[in-house]
């Protein structure tokens, strides 16, 4: 079903038969399921899509407004196929792939591209983007857009992976796609709608906005600008118009899951976006189809030495990880791979294999596979320690150095001092000769903090806190 959106861009005439932007030669269905394809024609003419797989045309008829929609029933993984989508014309898709489809958003780090950059770059970038032939990995990038209105279309193109092209992607969705193709033999899809700098009110929708009481100055804004017939440069920032201009002409086009590295800009009101995050996942699911429920993987933020933080890195890092108890979700976490002086570490590699191991551990259901690094579950008071206890062990934790760094402890006074620790079987115990009764515990908690926790994996501990006392 068409989503409802509120404003049509005209592209030449309007009764010529239309797609929808992410339907274009060299792109790439999700299969086994019931996809959604869509556009624009004459109101009352009858609109037929036909796939080279075989199968009856699925057929539909355009609405007043000239609106049509079908569901294609996708085969197993294959191609390349053609769809020829027939009116009182013909548009025929040629080198069309089915596989698998991830959408991909955030803020620079998941917009960074695989070829280096005025800033720096990706580690390795030339060999990377050398040996980058990989016909099966495919990338839409959405061109950056805001919006104080939904959109119907937006510009992109479906591009397969070669080295002449491999360096406009991006770098964490190419690394991530590139890790399923090697592990799941199968095409892999992946949309790129990101924004360097942006916050996650930018992403939300409308409605999802209004849910939010402490979001009522950002629409008022949002009023004021619609009323005012703003024709310049819109700010990226303002609540909703990302999603305006980049996720909704993307809806409802059918996805396996979606990735988010997100959340520097919004360190600043961490305790919200412990809401705000589940909030947009729930949005997302309900307006993108797919098979069963998508998940939603995301990135814990890197250690980086903010000038001005006062906790706020830590609490955000720690509202992440709360995020976890939503329903298929889980979370990349980047403590070892970050550089405290670059806000945009060069490991995308590594970002980009961990995000494939919730998704081939977790999506995928395959064995073995050891997807998380300890993630905390529960603490207890023994005297003057605090014993810690975490899931996702693996086959045990160990230490990256000589000693535990990274914890902290306070008492009744919230007064959080550096604490020492050690691993006791399943569960690090943690004391401080400064803390005499320990009540809450940190780990990972300064924003330039790189703390050296593992499992055998080699897969590093999430950082958390288990107070919920104010953070400036």
Not at 25 to 40: A, C, F, I, N, Y
Not at 378 to 383: A, D, L, R
Request: charged share 25%; hydrophobic share 40%; proline share 6%.
């Amino acid at each position: 079903m068409l989503l409802p959106l509120l404003c049509v861009a005209a592209m030449g005439n309007p009764t010529e038969l239309r797609l929808a932007s992410l339907f274009t030669d060299s792109m790439v269905l999700q299969r086994e399921t019931k996809v959604p394809v869509w556009g624009w024609t004459a109101p009352g003419r009858e609109v037929s899509v036909r796939a080279s797989w075989g199968g009856a045309p699925s057929v539909a008829r355009a609405d007043a407004e000239g609106r049509w929609s079908v569901h294609l029933e996708t085969p197993a993984a294959g191609g390349p196929h053609e769809l020829v989508v027939a009116a009182d014309s013909e548009i025929r898709l040629r080198d069309v792939l089915v596989g698998e489809v991830w959408l991909c958003s955030g803020q620079s780090n998941m917009e960074w591209k695989l070829r280096p950059g005025e800033l720096g770059g990706v580690m390795q970038a030339a060999e990377e983007i050398a040996a980058a032939s990989h016909p099966r990995v495919r990338h839409f990038d959405v061109e950056n857009r805001a919006s104080l209105r939904a959109q119907e279309r937006c510009n992109g193109v479906w591009q397969a992976c070669t080295p002449e092209t491999a360096g406009e992607f991006s770098a964490v969705a190419y690394f991530f796609a590139r890790e399923l193709v090697r592990e799941l033999g199968v095409p892999v899809g992946v949309i790129n709608a990101s924004w360097s700098g942006t916050r996650i009110e930018a992403w939300l929708d409308e409605a999802t906005t209004r849910t939010f009481p402490e979001l009522e100055s950002e629409l008022a804004t949002l009023e004021r600008l619609r009323s005012a017939g703003n024709t310049g440069p819109l700010d990226p920032q303002v609540s909703t118009v990302l999603h305006n201009g980049m996720l909704a002409p993307l809806a409802p086009f059918a996805v396996r899951g979606f990735l988010w590295y997100q959340g520097e800009a919004n360190r600043a009101n961490h305790g919200l976006y412990r809401r705000m995050q589940p909030a947009f996942v729930d949005r997302l699911r309900e307006r993108f189809e797919g098979p069963s429920t998508q998940p939603f993987y995301f990135v814990q933020i890197a250690p980086f030495a903010y000038e001005d933080d006062e906790g706020e890195t830590g609490a955000l890092r720690d509202a992440q990880r709360r995020c976890l108890a939503q329903p298929d979700t889980g979370m990349a976490v980047t403590m070892d791979i970050g550089d405290p002086a670059d806000i945009h570490p060069a490991n995308k590699q590594e970002v980009g294999r961990r995000l494939a191991l919730w998704a081939l551990a977790k999506t995928y259901a395959r064995e073995g596979v050891v997807h998380s690094g300890p993630l905390y579950r529960e603490h207890s008071i023994e005297g003057g320690r605090v014993r810690v206890h975490f899931d996702s062990l693996g086959a045990g934790l160990i230490e990256g150095g000589d000693h535990i760094t990274g914890f902290e402890v306070a008492g009744v006074d919230r007064r959080f001092r550096r604490a020492s620790a050690r691993i006791d079987g399943e569960s690090v115990l943690v004391w401080s000769s400064e803390v005499a009764s320990p009540v809450a515990v940190r780990y990972g908690f300064a924003a330039d903090s790189q703390p050296i926790l593992f499992n055998k994996s080699w897969l590093p501990a999430a950082a958390f806190r288990t107070d919920d006392w104010p953070v400036p």
